[in-house]
Nanobody
Framework: QLQLVESGGGSVQAGESLRLSCAAS????????IGWFRQAPGKEREWVSC?????????NYADSVEGRFTISRDNEKNTVYLQMNDLRPEDTAVYYC????????????????????WGQGTQVTVSS
């Protein structure tokens, strides 16, 4: 069964950058679209970004991170990345990656219900 482990979180100042990693336990991750979600204290889980399976030809971003965050995948390393630039205090949250067994290389979804594998999360804290 595919397992996901996030890393790369930390505490930074506003305007700084972090790169999150989502490492998968098996090469079969190539067949999965990967999504990033986040949850701040007292708030509901929020979709951040996603990338389609295989070559990752399709990426999507929430409006709140468009232009600041970049998602990518390295199938040789079984890893998906979320590069986060120009971080803001409102980006503070626990970030989770999730996997969706996809039958299309050209789509990824923002709905959490599409994903059936989840990591344990990594904390990102941005101070002003």
């Amino acid at each position: 069964q595919l397992q996901l482990v996030e890393s790369g979180g930390g505490s930074v100042q506003a305007g700084e950058s972090l790169r999150l990693s989502c490492a998968a336990s098996a090469r079969t991750v190539v067949y999965y679209a990967i999504g990033w979600f986040r949850q701040a204290p007292g708030k509901e889980r929020e979709w951040v970004s996603c990338i389609s399976s295989s070559s990752g030809s399709k990426t999507n971003y929430a409006d709140s991170v468009e232009g600041r965050f970049t998602i990518s995948r390295d199938n040789e390393k079984n890893t998906v990345y979320l590069q986060m630039n120009d971080l803001r205090p409102e980006d503070t949250a626990v970030y989770y990656c999730a996997a969706d067994r996809s039958f299309s290389d050209y789509v990824c979804y923002s709905g959490a219900d599409a994903y059936d594998r989840w990591g344990q999360g990594t904390q990102v804290t941005v101070s002003s």
